[in-house]
């Protein structure tokens, strides 16, 4: 087939084209099955127990962060329709050296927990003892009889369950009274799980426990998982990756494809003078592009497989990562691939359909874009050699500047956006400057998780070199206009507040009083003087702030008594700011409190993002975008590269034979491909600029991610852009210079 044989007939370009796709297909095929792998764990943790409706708290955006009254219970089992109430809490903490770990805490008593098969050992029946799941037994190498170390304390692990479901066999399950003590949540749920009395009507029994009982709503156990906050980021980055895969992916494409035309203008111009008709070569230039996508696709699959399964195996995710893999994730992969092809080979395939038979077959290549007339011309033949050669092929160029510099403004916007989300949090943490330590819950993976008894905080006031402690509650609730509401809980006399500047009314000063941030007034449409609801509680709006970080421009704060009874948090805050006597002293006072105070972690204030896990998480998945970005694009330099080499085989056995050594002619290969990378580097940092400024146009929580640019981010771009240009011109550079003059001038 005519097809293949072109495709083998330049084996190299047709191999770096497949792995340029492949990358960005493997990525998206990767965090699409880690997503459906959560997608499915939560719903096999809500339906397993066999129970029918599920009853959690409203507003809540994930289930982890929902707390339910225990005395909810009580009413929903005395529903005659109700046959049996079982109650759950569940968390992500750090256990082992693993980052993230499933902890769930059920009563021993309740039909849920029959979910958890036990296969060795037994289940729970006292207190301090956890059962864990097969997969967390081999990646921590534990069996029934050792201990894991939870939150500080030694449990004994009495049972190794199976329930079938990779996200729960990669955690473990203690008693629910046990969670609540280690969660800081006495006497809440974070669901109930009701089971129904044969002939009850299921969506009768739903509207009439929402009619009862505030706060709550009320669903069908397999419709729950759909709704998790962190499914939703898993698809949003797969997504992302994918959008990130067809744009650069489609300029690399692009660029194989027109300069295989280029290459083959003569080829195509004996066809057409056989009488091949316009649609015959697009057809043929198309089918090149979509096999080579296909197969790229193909390719991409296999490897993001891979890549699950090798994830799946770690210890450090702690079994979070477990991919489920689909028809329809494998299908989408392959579309995604296949539109690659289409995009990337429409315009050239076009173009070669355009060319009459006389205009093909008297193409000599090479110079392809080198018209120009007087004063270009003249320009042109003053630049020195290296942006001559590049000028020469003003199209090739330029694709690759787009190829590349898409590469490089992917990375700038990236980097930029989370160093403004983390320098706007330590801003924020920090209390506007009030503040020079943060002390968190200890072994959690996620701030949002963190539960501090208040006896804590008297405590610390007292140790010598503090001179303030002020505690916060969080809270994030669904909003309409907003996305989510954040809500902060501070009390209205501690130092802490004060980096909230009212511009427009007063502070708190009373019980069920907010005070809201200028984002989300003007977002919310609402002025001092009216009324919000958080939760069916009703709040009068004292005064708008603003405080220039996005994080508190779009939240609003109320008084920590209120906070503490709004989100189920009695006698509890999220974390503590501590201001020290002499921040000079910061190292001994964080050695001090680590020492005496185990149940807590403390960090700098300006070290947040190194301390806690959840940044570090967020680190990591910026630096695998950027690689991915960065591999994509260097691939499609050295194509590009490679293809100018190979155009050029008789220029460069002209050289040789005029005395031309191999260190020159690889010189000039690389100072070429160094200044491609160059001015696509300049170019990708002001796309990256534009890029950044996106999010902090959007309405309500875009405002949060305010890109924040530096000049060393600028220069690590360039240099990133500089080394992909030396990597990717060495090999062909390399081809270049080893070309024989003889063997060079006989290239067809």
Not at 153 to 177: C, H, K, M
């Amino acid at each position: 087939m005519i097809i293949f044989k072109n495709l083998l007939g330049r084996k190299t370009r047709s191999l770096l084209t497949i792995v340029g796709i492949a990358i960005g297909i493997a990525a998206m095929v990767a965090l699409g099955a880690i997503a459906n792998g959560l997608e499915e764990g939560y719903r096999a943790m809500l339906t397993g127990s066999q129970g029918d409706l599920i009853v959690t708290q409203a507003d809540a955006v994930d289930i982890s962060a929902a707390a339910v009254d225990e005395k909810v219970g009580q009413q929903l089992k005395a529903l005659p329709e109700v046959e049996d109430v079982t109650g759950m809490l569940q968390s992500i903490v750090t256990a082992e050296g693993a980052r993230y770990f499933f902890l769930f805490g059920y009563d021993p008593q309740g039909f849920a927990i029959e979910h958890f098969k036990i296969v060795e050992g037994e289940g729970l029946s006292d207190s301090k003892q956890v059962i864990i799941g097969k997969i967390a037994a081999e990646n921590f190498k534990k069996g029934v009889g050792d201990s894991l170390k939870l939150f500080g304390s030694a449990f004994r692990i009495v049972g190794i369950y199976e329930t079938g479901d990779a996200l729960e066999e990669g955690g473990g399950v203690i008693s629910l009274s046990d969670a609540q003590t280690l969660f800081s949540k006495p006497h809440q749920v974070a669901l109930f799980s009701l089971r129904l009395k044969p002939g009850a009507d299921v969506e009768e029994v739903r509207r009439k426990i929402e009619r009862r009982i505030p706060d709550v709503v009320t669903s069908q156990s397999d419709q729950v998982a759909n709704t998790q906050e962190t499914i939703q980021m898993v698809r949003g980055f797969a997504w992302g990756i994918a959008f990130i895969a067809i744009l650069i992916g489609a300029v690399g494409m692009m660029n194989t494809v027109l300069m295989s035309v280029f290459e083959r203008t003569r080829e195509i111009g004996v066809l057409r003078s056989l009488g091949w008709r316009r649609g015959r070569v697009l057809g043929l230039i198309m089918g090149e592009s979509l096999t080579l996508s296909l197969i790229g696709g193909l390719t991409g699959t296999a490897l993001g497989v891979a890549a699950v399964k090798a994830l799946a195996s770690s210890a450090a995710t702690g079994g979070l990562l477990q991919g489920r893999f689909s028809a329809g994730l494998f299908i989408q992969a392959l579309v995604i691939a296949l539109v690659l092809g289409a995009l990337g080979g429409f315009y050239p395939a076009w173009r070669a359909s355009r060319l009459t038979p006389l205009e093909a077959l008297r193409y000599e290549g090479g110079l392809t874009g080198s018209g120009g007339k007087g004063g270009k011309s003249v320009i042109r033949h003053s630049l020195p050699m290296t942006a001559r050669n590049l000028l020469c092929r003003r199209t090739r160029t330029l694709l690759t500047v787009i190829g590349i510099g898409i590469s490089v403004a992917v990375i700038v916007a990236l980097q930029g956006i989370v160093d403004g989300f983390v320098a706007q949090f330590e801003t924020m943490m920090g209390g506007g400057g009030q503040a020079d330590l943060l002390a968190v819950e200890a072994d959690i993976s996620d701030m949002e998780y963190s539960s501090i008894d208040e006896r804590v905080g008297k405590k610390l006031v007292t140790v010598p070199g503090i001179k303030h402690v002020s505690g916060t509650v969080f809270g994030l609730l669904a909003d309409p206009k907003l996305t989510y509401l954040i809500i902060w809980g501070y009390h209205p006399g501690e130092y802490a507040i004060r980096q909230f500047k009212i511009v427009e009314g007063e502070g708190l000063s009373a019980n069920r009083q907010i005070i809201l941030g200028k984002t989300a007034a003007e977002t919310m449409d609402k002025k001092v003087g009216q009324t919000i609801k958080i939760l069916n509680s009703n709040f009068r709006i004292v005064g708008i702030f603003e405080t220039g970080i996005g994080f508190l421009d779009i939240s609003g704060v109320i008084s920590l008594r209120e906070a503490q009874k709004l989100f189920r948090k009695p006698r509890q805050v999220g974390w503590y700011a501590i201001k020290l006597e002499d921040p000079k002293e910061a190292d001994r006072v964080i050695a001090y409190l680590e020492e005496n105070f185990p149940e807590i972690s403390v960090s700098r204030t300006s070290e947040l993002a190194e301390a806690l896990p959840d940044f570090k998480t967020t680190r990591t998945m910026e630096t695998a975008i950027s690689v991915l970005a960065a591999l994509v694009g260097g691939i499609g330099m050295m194509n590009t590269v490679l293809m100018s080499v190979f155009e050029r085989t008789r220029e460069i056995g002209t050289l040789r034979a005029l005395g031309w050594r191999k260190r020159r002619v690889l010189g000039l290969i690389l100072r070429e491909s160094l200044l491609l990378s160059l001015v696509s580097g300049v170019i990708g940092i002001g796309g990256g600029m534009l890029l950044g400024q996106v999010g902090s146009l959007a309405q309500g929580f875009g405002s949060m991610f305010q890109a924040h640019f530096s000049p060393p981010l600028f220069i690590r771009a360039l240099v990133m852009a500089l080394a992909l240009g030396a990597v990717a011109g060495l090999y062909p550079a390399w081809w270049a210079s080893r070309l024989s003059p003889v063997e060079a001038l006989r290239y067809e």
